[in-house]
């Protein structure tokens, strides 16, 4: 949200540019019959093409509908036709409201979906469920010590939503990562200290464990997360060090 609300207002500086003394709306340029699916061929093609997704990421804060999406891909040949239907000074301050209104919105949905995930989650054999809300399931019992608060962990894990959505892996970049247990999520710094070394757990997080209510760019607000970990080390820094 923060990236689209930077956007902004550039683009409607840009718009201020165009428009010269008061704003005019002008009418809005028809729609072609049909439009035949375009393929990326070059690699501007492909640049430009994850430029489209980079925007449709930006917006799906909005959780707009079939007909919304329309209206967004009119708007864009509209500006660039130079023939806007409505006024971006007028309506453009309007978007902000909007966005916190439909993440609300999103965020409660996602709450709801992730509510019966976590209570199946919590049913399975060896599951424990803490006065947190995480459930906890190890999948291979470790035999070294376990991390305190204070610690600095070195594993190997693969974050997905509930709908099977990866989001983060180490496992996809080839190499375990370094965390320092007081300096992430909640539900990291309680998973993890139930874990020993050498052993695996899955932990289903509740968002209020997680990112809560305003998520990241590829984790949804209100989103529960599940975490398949593998405590590979205890690895602290030097006194008077920091771990990164």
């Known amino acids: 949200m923060r990236a689209l609300l930077f956007l902004l207002p550039a683009l409607m500086m840009a718009q ?6 008061p704003a005019t ?56 036709a130079k023939q806007p239907a409505e006024d971006l000074n007028t309506w453009g301050p309007r978007i902000q409201g909007l966005a916190q209104a439909r993440a609300g919105r999103a965020a409660e949905q996602e709450k709801t979906a992730s509510a019966t995930y976590l209570a199946k989650a919590a049913a399975e054999p060896g599951a424990v469920k803490t006065e947190s809300g995480l459930v906890y399931r190890e999948l291979r019992a470790g035999t070294g010590a376990s991390p305190k608060p204070t610690d600095t962990v070195k594993v190997n ?11 983060d892996s180490s496992y996809g970049r080839n190499e375990p990562a370094q965390f320092p247990l007081d300096h992430v999520i909640p539900c990291w710094t309680e ?5 020993k070394v050498g ?23 209100g989103a529960a997360l599940i975490f398949e970990i593998e405590l590979l080390d205890i690895v602290n820094p030097a006194p008077g060090q920091t771990a990164q």
């Open 199 to 221: 052993g695996k757990a899955m932990l289903a997080c509740p968002s209020n464990l997680a990112y809560g209510d305003q998520g990241r760019p590829s984790i949804p607000g």
């Open 157 to 167: 894990y693969r974050g997905t939503l509930v709908n099977g959505t990866e989001f």
């Open 25 to 80: 709306v002008r009418p809005r340029a028809a729609k072609p019959a049909t439009a035949a699916k375009l393929t990326p061929m070059t690699d501007d093609d492909k640049i430009i093409y994850a430029l489209g997704l980079s925007i449709y990421r930006s917006l799906s804060q909005f959780d707009l509908s079939p007909h919304e999406l329309e209206l967004v891909k009119q708007a864009l040949s509209d500006a660039a």
């Open 191 to 195: 998973g993890l200290q139930k874990m």
């Open 16 to 21: 201020s540019a165009v428009q010269k003394g």
